[in-house]
T-cell receptor, first 108, second 112 residues
């Protein structure tokens, strides 16, 4: 089946420290991988994503690289700020791809 | 169950106008998808929600498109402002984890 495993928290860092949050996944097919962030009192927001192996997603100083060989998508930031305090969720998606369709006409 | 319900079934509007498409998923389903279908591009996944939370909106073509799911039984897809190239059939679908999506009848949008 499809699943993600994140490192357990809580994580406490000093300002300007380096951040790594580990995420590994199990999936069939070729999932897209995501990091979401939830600030206090708010809903989840997409932080970054990567859709294929070796892709690097980045946003707001955060980065994560899709590593197929290690089935990982670790989140990193070189220098964290107080404003980065939030809950971070790793996620994967294996969704439904459709072809262009084939029209069939049956004649008697 | 009535299946996935979409409204309106047909919408004709002028370029620049705001368009809102509505969807009621099958009761109990925890995934909701919005797709767009055109002859040129086939069936494209625009966005999907899990338990009312937007999980991936990477298929949304532009910032003119937005989708919300305020509760488990209702979702909207809004286009503001609309353009002629937005003309398509928009499908809403819902599913349970591990199952294929059940599609609604679609909304045929024509932007003139």
């Amino acid at each position: 089946g499809n699943s993600v495993t994140q490192m357990e928290g809580p994580v406490t860092l000093s300002e300007e420290a380096f951040l790594t949050i580990n995420c590994t996944y199990t999936a069939t097919g070729y999932p897209s991988l995501f990091w979401y962030v939830q600030y206090p009192g708010e809903g989840l927001q997409l932080l970054l994503k990567a859709t294929k192996a070796d892709d690097k997603g980045s946003n707001k100083g955060f980065e994560a690289t899709y590593r197929k060989e290690t089935t990982s998508f670790h989140l990193e930031k070189g220098s964290v700020q107080v404003s980065d305090s939030a809950v971070y969720f790793c996620a994967l998606r294996v969704f439904f791809y459709f072809g262009t369709g084939t029209s069939l006409t049956v004649i008697p | 169950d009535a299946g996935v319900i979409q409204s309106p079934r047909h919408e004709v509007t002028e370029m620049g106008q705001e368009v809102t498409l509505r969807c009621k998923p099958i009761s109990g389903h925890d995934y909701l998808f919005w797709y767009r279908q055109t002859m040129m591009r086939g069936l494209e996944l625009l966005i999907y929600f899990n338990n009312n939370v937007p999980i991936d909106d990477s298929g949304m073509p532009e910032d003119r498109f937005s989708a919300k799911m305020p509760n488990a039984s209702f979702s909207t897809l809004k286009i503001q402002p609309s353009e002629p190239r937005d003309s398509a059939v928009y499908f809403c679908a819902s599913s349970l984890e591990g199952t294929g999506p059940y599609f609604g009848p679609g909304t045929r949008l024509t932007v003139t």
